[in-house]
């Protein structure tokens, strides 16, 4: 069973989903309340009070109020086996660091694997959480990210990142 809830944050409403309510496995941005994926609302059944969903809220407040640089909810996306690689390799993105795409090509042993790399970052079910935000061009400019450019770089401003320009 689906169990998912939503919040407000700084950048907007985050929507939460726990396939099996043991583990995170997606969080999703939207506008408004109204966008909350509809397979969300058919299939699953909202849930504040699930411990895991809770959690999850909790630490990305915490996040955002500067107290929090790590997450210990559980986490379980789902993907493609190189998927799964790329975005354990962004766990290991320190807070206030960034890495390029082809620093995590080089990281996965697969240095020409640059646009499979984006490809991946780009897939990532657990922004935040997974930090695919802290990934960046090679040139330092902001690339791509699910929440905007704008809430990409507004959080790696949290967390102290110097950008070039």
Not at 68 to 93: D, H, K, M, N, Y
């Amino acid at each position: 069973m689906m169990l998912w809830t939503s919040a407000s944050f700084p950048f907007g409403i985050s929507l939460f989903l726990a396939t099996d309510g043991s583990a995170l496995t997606q969080v999703s941005f939207a506008a408004s309340a109204d966008d909350t994926p509809a397979d969300w609302l058919e299939d699953g059944v909202r849930s504040p009070e699930n411990p895991i969903l809770a959690d999850a809220i909790g630490q990305l407040r915490e996040y955002f109020a500067g107290s929090r640089e790590t997450f210990s909810v559980p986490l379980r996306p789902a993907g493609t086996p190189f998927q799964l690689s790329v975005w354990r390799a962004l766990e290991e993105i320190p807070y206030g660091h960034t890495r390029t795409y082809r620093d995590i090509a080089c990281m996965l042993g697969r240095p020409t694997a640059t646009r499979a790399v984006g490809a991946a970052n780009g897939q990532n079910p657990l922004p935040i959480f997974v930090p695919c935000h802290r990934v960046i061009g090679s040139n330092g400019s902001l690339t791509g990210f699910g929440g905007g450019l704008d809430v990409k770089l507004a959080l790696l401003r949290l967390e102290g990142v110097l950008l070039p320009g």
